[in-house]
């Protein structure tokens, strides 16, 4: 009995004890996501550039002899035609002289040689003399007329030479560095010129392009032929070395006409305007070029994840669960990555809070903006 009255004291002792609280799950996180659309954006691709004035030209000697004079300094400014060096031209004033003297002895003997002719034809004609003189007497004519011609010769390029003592700026420029001072010895055989003169009012910039992003530049642009598609190309900024970018702009005029073998890249060579000389041949830089993606998707870089060398976006899938999703990157503009495999439009991806997600977690979506990718 005893233990009867037990049992239903524990019965009913265990019926009132409080039921045990069933765990409650928490909510799916609230966060941001946007919907993919399909925009257009232009990114830019900086390629690694050489300066060279529009006219470099050596200046080289024509003839050998002591330098005399340098009129110009290094770095100096020259106009066409302006003196630069002076070759001693005694010895080539000699010989012009020579050469003149020479001129006027065979003009004497030119002159004997008629009188001889008219001597004799006198002769034969009274039958004095035999023809065959009168022959003889024409030939030594011939002889001495071009012994004129020769000697005329000799004179002219006596004189070529005694110009070539002056060497005068071919075109205008600046001067570079004087590689030979006053007293020196020149020769046309040198190794090295006398100085490098650039006419930089106008630059040629030369920058290599590989074979894939040739062919996808040139792919951009409207027409049939590469003359037809430099038309269309747009201008072009130098960035200088410092990182500053050169005042004014350029125009894509010429692209090589095969690629280097070695390198598997073609050149290209854009054209500056330089009036205020801020650009000498040597310098250099890097050539932005501006490319247009048309129809790209274009995502936020801070919607990303980066692991492993690969990019990644938490895009939302079936029963708002997102997906880690690999995407391909073909450029960059300003703060988002354009896209071009990995996603689609329509597609949609979380903005932020990735600290709190991982594969197939379930999110409440909190709509930030429907136009993610417009421009």
Do not use: W
């Amino acid at each position: 009995m005893k233990t009867i009255y037990l049992a239903l004291v524990a019965l009913t002792l265990y019926s009132c004890s409080p039921k045990p609280q069933t765990a409650v799950a928490p909510p799916p996180p609230s966060l941001p996501v946007a919907t993919i659309i399909a925009g257009t954006d232009t990114t830019y691709q900086e390629y690694p550039a050489s300066v060279e004035g529009a006219v470099n030209v050596e200046i080289r000697p024509q003839v050998s002899g002591s330098l005399d004079k340098v009129f110009v300094d290094e770095g100096a400014f020259v106009n066409a035609g302006q003196p630069i060096f002076k070759i001693n031209d005694q010895p080539y004033r000699a010989a012009l002289n020579n050469a003149i003297a020479s001129q006027h002895a065979a003009e004497g003997a030119l002159a004997n040689a008629q009188l001889e002719i008219d001597k004799l034809t006198l002769l034969v004609q009274n039958k004095v003399v035999s023809d065959y003189q009168l022959k003889t007497a024409k030939a030594a004519y011939d002889v001495a007329k071009a012994n004129i011609e020769q000697a005329k010769a000799n004179v002219s390029t006596a004189q070529i030479n005694l110009g070539y003592t002056l060497i005068k700026a071919p075109v205008s420029g600046y001067i570079g560095r004087l590689l030979k001072k006053q007293g020196s010895l020149v020769a046309p055989a040198d190794a090295e010129a006398l100085t490098l003169l650039s006419d930089v009012h106008n630059v040629h910039v030369y920058f290599a392009l590989g074979e894939q992003d040739f062919v996808s530049f040139k792919e951009q642009y409207p027409g049939g032929t590469l003359k037809d598609k430099l038309k269309q190309l747009p201008a072009v900024s130098l960035v200088l070395a410092d990182n500053s970018q050169f005042t004014q702009q350029g125009k894509i005029d010429m692209i090589d006409g095969q690629f280097d073998k070695n390198t598997g890249a073609i050149t290209l060579r854009a054209s500056f305007p330089n009036a205020q000389g801020l650009l000498r041949s040597g310098n250099t830089g890097k050539i932005r070029l501006s490319l247009q993606h048309k129809d790209a998707l274009i995502i936020p870089q801070s919607a990303t994840v980066e692991m492993q060398d690969k990019v990644f976006v938490f895009a939302v899938a079936d029963s708002n669960k997102v997906k880690k999703q690999a995407i391909t990157i073909i450029g960059k503009s300003g703060n988002n990555y354009l896209v071009k495999d990995g996603v689609k439009v329509g597609d949609q991806i979380v903005l932020s809070g990735f600290d709190r997600l991982q594969e197939g977690t379930v999110i409440q979506p909190k709509k930030a903006s429907d136009n993610l990718a417009k421009n």
